[in-house]
């Protein structure tokens, strides 16, 4: 069996625009005053065309569309990719079809499009519940609309998630408590839940270097932070089953799972990164970021010139290990040494354990809660030989 088909196979599109740039994203997002969808869906058109040349009767699980703001997005342009989505592959039984979106009145118009179109479930940018902080992350709608678009996509959707942003300026624990609780109160099956990082590339770091957002959290406050967010889960049936993201059992976003259970998948768009095994070598795409280039190099037939990399077995058992111990799941070991060609030390692996960091199951490998507070220390000890 080739390994990928131990996560799976989606696809991953990426609509790049947005209405404004929040100051804290990192994504590949832009801002235009003028979209000629009719184009954009020719280019998406022929690239899963192309893409399904080459992954011929793969059974397709998910589709997941990310942005920017796919729910800027026509639900014509959206009805014409799904459509010609299950022309291209067979798709599994009751497959996940994910749409971001905002939760501002344009976009809540559309839901009932997007669910006619074939999308499945919704996953909504909510980030924060008081217009203060909403304002404070650039975010363009408020408490009120945001409510007001989840219960009109609670109405079109049996799957809806919501996201939110914590460790926030200013930010006390007894503030979160109570916010979360109002999340928790809300949620149908599916939270994300991020703490606030400074990203480079965005205006919130070019802030945060010349001395500004004042009142971010010590790490002891986001580490109190985190724990709670744990716990308020738990006892509210939607425990975490990646760092980030809480689910009540069988709700788990099975898109995302593809990409920490190491699977394949397709990535179409500007900036869209994807994974495709191939006559047994794993290869590492990645499309230009710009929006302009993207659709010139579709028009002109240049998409399949493209250089992919091929990924060693030493690169592809390093990203098992950082995706999988995401997971609470955890990495399977016996999987890691087939992957990569050779066992994690053995001496470091006794020693997180020893700390309480990790533990072993059945020849699984796990994150503890107390590991997952530092998790990316825990990956550098285990990825050093």
Known sequence: MEDWRHGGFGLYLHWPYCESKCPYCDFNSHVASHIDQTQWQRAYLSEIDRLGRETQGRILNSVFFGGGTPSLMAPELVAAIIERIRATWPMSNDPEITLEANPGSVEAGRFRGFQQAGVTRVSMGMQAMNDADLRRLGRRHSAEEAREAFEIARSCFDRVSFDLIYARQDQTLTAWREELGRALELAIDHLSLYQLTIEDGTAFADRFAKGGLKGLPSEDLSAEMFELTQELCEKAGLPAYEVSNHARPGSESRHNLIYWRGGDYVGIGPGAHGRLTLLGTRW??????????????????????????????????????????????????????????????????????????????????????????????????????
Do not use: C
């Open 284 to 385: 590492a795409t990645e499309a230009p970021k710009s929006p302009a280039l993207w659709l010139n190099m579709l028009e002109r037939g240049m998409m399949p010139e493209l250089p992919r990399s091929a990924l060693s077995a030493e690169e592809h058992g390093l990203e098992y290990l950082l995706m999988s111990l995401r997971l609470n799941e955890g990495l399977d070991l016996q999987r890691h040494r087939q992957i990569s060609g050779t066992s994690l030390n053995p001496h470091r692996i006794r020693g997180l354990m020893d700390l309480g960091m990790i533990k072993s199951d059945n020849d699984r490998l796990q994150a503890t809660p107390g590991g997952r507070l530092v998790l990316n220390a825990v990956l550098r000890e285990l990825a050093t030989e």
